[in-house]
């Protein structure tokens, strides 16, 4: 039986974070933010990995994320912004029955923001 995974992708600023919460709420799922992961388990900001160890570091965690949420059923995930650079990403979230959905904004609703 396929598990029952959502991942939200897009670019910052485009809605992840509110849609993640109003799906956890009205599905159940557990959610992850995986930025908020990432730097929990590394005790450091973002731009700190990035200057302290690297994008191919921060990438690589990502992907290593990718492959531990993979393992989970009834979780709603906001991926980073750059982890759907990697092929290998993308091909982890669709591989077990995954929903996944780009969130887009228009140029006005960025301006709106």
């Given amino acids: 039986m396929p598990k029952k995974q959502i991942y939200l992708?897009?670019?910052?600023?485009?809605?992840?974070?509110?849609?993640?919460?109003?799906?956890?709420?009205?599905?159940?799922?557990d959610k992850i933010e995986m930025d908020e992961q990432?730097?929990?388990?590394?005790?450091?900001?973002?731009?700190?990995?990035?200057?302290?160890?690297?994008?191919?570091?921060f990438r690589n965690l990502e992907t290593?994320?990718?492959?531990?949420?993979?393992?989970?059923?009834?979780?709603?995930?906001?991926?980073?912004?750059?982890?759907?650079m990697r092929q290998c990403n993308i091909d982890e979230m669709k591989k077990n029955g995954t929903i996944v959905l780009c969130l887009l904004y228009t140029s006005d609703a960025a301006d709106d923001r």
Avoid at 15 to 29: Q, T, W
Avoid at 64 to 83: F, H, P, Q, R, W
């Fill in 64 to 84: 290593e994320l990718v492959k531990k949420i993979s393992a989970m059923d009834n979780i709603v995930v906001s991926c980073g912004g750059g982890t759907v």
């Fill in 9 to 29: 992708t897009g670019f910052m600023g485009t809605g992840k974070s509110m849609i993640l919460n109003c799906l956890h709420e009205v599905c159940g799922f």
């Fill in 38 to 57: 990432i730097v929990q388990e590394q005790g450091m900001s973002i731009p700190e990995i990035f200057e302290k160890k690297g994008e191919e570091y």
